[in-house]
């Protein structure tokens, strides 16, 4: 999803079975942030594509964290049964509704639990599972599939089904970033939309990847990096930038994927530092997936190589 989920007002007062903690771990979205979710073109047209292509006709799929049920709908187009399964009981009640108004109420079989523990009755071709958020943090995408493999393999046996996405690459990159708002200097955490960026925030050097999780395969929770970070502009090294990019599919006919970016994630660092071009910084951080951003802002040290 977008950023949406970094906003203390997505938490729910009038909810009381909404706990603080779901809110903190994101794992809490109120319905009217599912509108941004489904005006996002690039995330839209980019799940359509990747059910389109692999999804066989008559196939069987798996939704995990339905929302509106609007992956579900898609994945009806072609299959001949899809189970989904949604957390929330207010999306679960809005999803069947507007499944049936979409004519594939009788299609989608949609359950109101948790996906870490939810299993299908029977085998399925595809798993679509977008709990996504910029560099894997708050939502549960990991955990979510982690468990799942485990628990199908137990019940089905060791052929996994195909996941939408297929794989998320995470990368980190030197900014020098402008907190300056009016005067007000606030180095918080940023989220800037990869389709456009900013020019608050430069790129100062290269950008590293430092994980790259395909979903099929085992992964660990925690996610770490120690390397080295090559300045090539001069200026105020003072963040970092998080890249997040899913490839939804890979289309081996035509040497191509389907991707689709979650927002980047500026992160201030603790000591601004003044950078020359050719200088290098080490730079270390580890965080679980699906933690708190703060998880992540705490545990990046930077150190002058
Ligand atoms: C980013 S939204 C995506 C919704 C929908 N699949 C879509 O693409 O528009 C993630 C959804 O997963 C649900 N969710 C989060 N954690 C879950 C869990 N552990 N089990 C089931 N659903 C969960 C949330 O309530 C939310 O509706």
């Known amino acids: 999803m977008t ?11 009038h909810n009381p079975s909404i706990t603080e903690a779901d809110n903190l771990l994101g794992q809490y979205i109120p319905i009217h942030y599912h509108f941004q979710m489904l005006e996002d073109q690039a ?7 990747a059910l389109n292509y692999l999804l066989a006709d008559g196939g069987k799929v798996l939704d995990m964290g339905a929302g509106t049920g609007v992956l579900s709908f898609l994945a009806a187009q072609k299959a001949t049964k899809v189970y989904s399964v949604e957390r929330q009981a207010d999306l679960v009640e809005c999803a069947n509704a507007l499944l049936t108004e979409n004519g594939c109420g009788d299609k989608v079989e949609l359950v109101q639990g948790d996906a870490r523990q939810y299993l299908p009755p029977e085998p399925v071709d595809v798993v679509v599972c977008e709990m996504l958020h910029s560099a894997l943090l708050r939502e549960k995408q990991l955990e979510v599939i982690e468990s799942f493999k485990q628990r199908y393999r137990e019940k089905f046996g060791g ?3 195909i996941f939408i996405p297929n794989a998320s690459i995470l990368a980190v990159e030197p900014v020098s970033a402008d907190f300056c708002f009016q005067g007000y200097h606030a ?12 020019t608050r925030y ?3 050097g290269e950008t590293k990847p430092y994980a790259i999780l395909e979903y099929q395969a085992d992964n660990a929770i925690e996610l770490s990096f120690d390397g080295l970070l090559s300045i090539n502009e001069n200026g ?8 997040t990019k ?15 970016m979650n927002m980047n994630l500026i992160l201030p660092i603790k000591h601004p530092i003044d950078a020359k071009a050719g200088d290098q910084f080490q730079v270390r951080f580890k965080y679980d997936a699906g933690g708190e951003i703060s998880s992540l802002i705490n545990a990046i040290e930077v150190i002058k190589a």
């Open 43 to 49: 995330r839209m047209t980019g799940f359509k594509a």
């Open 159 to 161: 052929t996994l089904p």
């Open 236 to 243: 105020c090294f003072n963040a970092l930038r998080f890249i």
């Open 202 to 204: 430069l790129s100062m």
């Open 246 to 260: 899913n490839i939804l599919a890979m289309n081996l006919e035509q040497g191509s994927t389907i991707d689709w």
């Open 187 to 198: 180095p918080i955490a940023f989220f800037e939309d990869p389709g456009s960026l900013s």
């Open 3 to 13: 950023d949406i989920t970094a906003s203390p007002a997505g938490y729910d007062i």
